[in-house]
């Protein structure tokens, strides 16, 4: 009876804990050391399906539609996946594999939850183009369209099976497209159309192979990106560069006679040809043509229907068509995403939540919301004319702003900074590089600031004024860095006025200037990009009087400043007021950046590690790009071309190494880094789009306020990380069981401790319910919290 007793008292504990908790927990929605893709799927070019799912993919992700409820799914690097830029996918109905080419040559095949990888292509040691072109199946056999010829691969086997050089005398050809009538197969090629029995046994011998040098119009060594065969024939369409040149042609396989197509003869731009119920269709640049058994071009022409149309200034762009057993269509769209209607019916949509675009040049962050634009310049920092817009995030929603929802951003490219109002979420600055400043307002343009309507000034032989760095101080006072100008650093305040800051006498006119920070005492700090260094500028107090400012240039060399390297890349206060400075070189810092006008002067230092028993510069040998200090102080580094390294607090101590080897990152080349404080998720904004990983510290309160634990409860089948929220910086911890038996002591990073639910020896606590006592490090703060863990 006792044992019953006992076991109803739990399960009560268990439904205590459960509500208790739930709302708190929710809070947190990904895991500690959880990562998340953040891509763009609108972008959809390619598209394929089963009698229960669609697939789409886009440039750099992969999606899938369950039919039978409309739920999205992603699928990405985190779910298993090999790579990234996906070049085709296709569903292989003769054992329910799903095929995944990008266009580096790798190879994804899903059956199910299983994704087997096969690299063979992408690691073949061969000169030439690898992109995965098209797959066609014939049983589980899949025939490969790739840059240098045909692979086939055993869908069942999930292995390479052969390779076919067709080109003359074996060499390499790139394949488009490839189809079959049962007993032939047929190769759209770089140049011409090429033919073999499918029972020949030598198909990897070039000389089974045969050209067609008949081919109408004298078309036989075109490039041919697209091919079917359909109704008797063979239908090839050859790609002309330029706009609607394109023309079909066609084959009789029983008259051996070539033709054209009518109405698609040097009008078309075909990107995908694809048969379903007796119907040829061809994907043009704006609709998709359907094509019946008499070849009568003329018996539709299927735009999609007025309730999707989002307006004259958004074309509709099919990339490739699917058409289900149900007679439902189903197009990807790089406009639209996937597109789904019936017949001249209704039409609808369909993409996972995403950022507008994969270019990342810089993000910030406050309280919960990130602001990402695209940036744009070459190396040598002149225009390139990005205009794809601006992305927000908030409690994990993507909001996109392109020229479509905001006008203003057709005729305002490279966006370069931005920064986010303190005080109202929706209000927000956006720095282009050449065309002023856009205020935003509720998703509206409210001003857009140059150098007619503000202190701001243009490069002196035309209109062009460039905003290179922004932020916010805590006045409320918006700074700005206002490049190829000698009043550089300019204030927007609070009360609508600006104020220009000159820097003549130490900086040409023509000075580039990039990203700018200001520290916590009031500091601004300006990157001056192309071997410029640093400028630093203090008001002293108050921006009515300028005499008394204070302004000096950091550079290269011993006692101005010995910035390692020639060139400065980013720059992040730390918690202790020190500047880390990123370079071509590494890391430099600051240890003395409160003194940094005085008379001594103040020079940057490179950190020494110990690694293999040698001594060495911290990162000396990589270019940072990125620098972002977490709520315990430690530092996170993007590199170019290195990944992303977690360093402790001081830098002598590698913590991680994130690299697209070792784990779900995107890229190793890394743009920008912002640090979520509340919930301590770090955000890598990289040349492959944009990835978030959470981490372990959060910022440290004032006072520990309400502490909880997440998860709570710790079910059997986690094993991952126990959080402690709500803690000031440097909380002591200690964990009991109910009998007041430690278990468990550490010291919180930032405002945020971990356990992983193991006792001092390392083995797992047993079920039942932990004290944590928090106490904060000098002893005048403390609280108390539960945790129920199930073992």
Not at 134 to 152: E, M, R
Not at 475 to 492: D, E, I, K, R
């Amino acid at each position: 009876m006792q044992l019953i007793k006992t076991g109803k008292l739990f399960l009560k504990l268990v439904v205590v804990f459960v509500f208790a908790f739930a709302s708190k927990s929710n809070a947190q929605s990904l895991p500690i050391g959880q990562w998340k893709t953040h891509l763009p799927y609108q972008n959809c070019k390619s598209v394929t399906g089963s009698p229960t799912k669609i697939w789409a993919a886009t440039d750099n992700g992969l999606f899938v539609l369950n039919k039978s409820d409309n739920t999205l799914q992603r699928i990405t690097k985190i779910d298993g996946l090999a790579d990234l830029s996906i070049g085709k996918i296709a569903y292989n109905s003769h054992n329910d594999v799903l095929f995944v080419g990008y266009e580096n040559g790798n190879i994804d095949l899903i059956q199910g939850t299983a994704i087997t990888n096969l690299p063979d292509i992408k690691r073949a040691q061969i000169i030439g183009e690898k992109k995965i072109n098209n797959i066609y199946f014939i049983g589980p056999l899949a025939y490969v369209s790739v840059g240098f010829g045909i692979v086939v691969i055993d869908t069942d086997r999930k292995e390479v099976k052969d390779t076919y050089l067709i080109g003359t005398n074996g060499a390499y050809l790139t394949i488009n497209d490839i189809t079959s009538d049962g007993t032939t197969i047929f190769a759209a090629t770089e140049s011409g159309i090429y033919y073999a029995s499918l029972s020949s046994q030598q198909l990897s011998n070039f000389t089974s192979w045969t050209k067609f040098n008949n081919i109408v119009g004298g078309n036989s060594n075109r490039v041919y990106n697209a091919i079917e065969f359909f109704n008797g024939s063979l239908v090839a369409n050859f790609r002309v560069v330029g706009y609607m040149v394109d023309t079909v042609l066609t084959y009789n396989v029983s008259s051996l006679a070539w033709g054209y197509l009518s109405n698609f003869i040097g009008t078309a731009s075909i990107h995908d040809m694809y048969v379903r119920n007796n119907t040829l269709f061809l994907c043009d640049l704006y609709a998709t043509y359907l094509i019946d058994q008499n070849f009568n071009s003329n018996i539709s022409t299927f735009y999609y229907p007025q309730n999707l149309i989002l307006g004259p200034l958004t074309p509709s762009a099919p990339q490739q068509i699917y058409v289900d057993a149900d007679g439902i269509f189903w197009e990807a769209d790089l406009n639209y995403g996937l597109v789904r209607m019936a017949f001249m019916g209704y039409g609808d949509s369909f993409f996972p939540n995403g950022p507008i675009t994969t270019d990342t040049y810089f993000m910030a962050s406050y309280k919960q919301q990130l602001l990402v634009v695209p940036g744009g310049h070459d190396d040598a920092w002149n225009n390139v004319l990005n205009h794809k817009g601006v992305s927000t995030m908030q409690n994990g929603w993507w909001k996109n702003f392109g020229k479509y929802q905001i006008p203003q951003l057709d005729t305002t490219f490279d966006l370069h900074a931005a920064a986010i109002d303190p005080n109202d979420a929706n209000h927000y600055f956006l720095g282009s590089w050449g065309w002023g400043m856009l205020e935003i307002k509720d998703g509206n343009v409210d001003t857009l600031w140059n150098n007619f309507n503000s202190t701001l000034r243009s490069k002196i032989e035309y209109q062009w004024c460039g905003i290179s760095g922004m932020k916010y101080d805590t006045a409320g006072n918006l700074w700005l860095a206002n490049s190829h100008s000698s009043t550089c650093l300019n204030v927007y305040k609070k009360d609508g006025s600006w104020q220009a800051f000159d820097f003549s006498s130490m900086i040409p006119v023509g000075t580039t200037t990039g990203n700018i920070i200001i520290t916590s005492i009031g500091q601004k700090w300006v990157v001056l990009p192309r071997g410029g260094g640093i400028i630093v500028f203090d008001e002293n107090g108050t921006l009515s009087t300028t005499s008394d400012d204070l302004k000096k240039k950091l550079g290269f060399t011993e006692g101005l400043g010995n910035i390692p390297g020639t060139e400065v890349y980013s720059m992040a206060e730390d918690q202790q007021g020190e500047i880390w400075v990123g370079t071509d070189k590494g890391i430099g810092v600051f240890y003395c950046a409160s003194s940094i006008f005085n008379s001594e002067g103040c020079d940057a230092s490179q950190i020494l590690i110990t690694q293999d028993g040698n001594v060495q510069i911290l990162l000396e040998n990589q270019v940072v790009t990125a620098i972002a200090v977490d709520g315990a102080n430690r530092k996170w580094i993007g590199t170019e071309g290195g990944g992303v390294f977690l360093m402790s607090s001081d830098g002598q101590t590698e913590l991680a190494h994130f690299t697209v080897d070792n784990s779900p990152l995107l890229s190793d080349n890394i743009t920008s880094l912002v640090i979520d404080g509340i919930t301590g998720e770090v955000f890598f904004g990289t040349t492959k789009g944009i990835i978030s990983y959470m981490g372990e510290a959060i910022e440290g309160g004032k006072d520990i306020a309400e502490v909880f634990a997440f998860p709570n409860p710790v079910v059997h089948e986690y094993r991952g990380p126990i959080a402690i929220t709500g803690l000031v910086i440097d909380t002591d911890i200690k964990i009991t069981d109910v009998r007041g038996q430690v278990v468990f002591t550490t010291t919180s990073l930032g405002g945020r401790a971990i356990w992983d639910g193991n006792n001092f020896q390392g083995a797992r606590v047993a079920t039942g319910v932990y004290l944590v006592f928090a106490s904060s490090s000098d002893g005048t703060q403390k609280a108390v919290t539960k945790i129920l863990l199930i073992n």
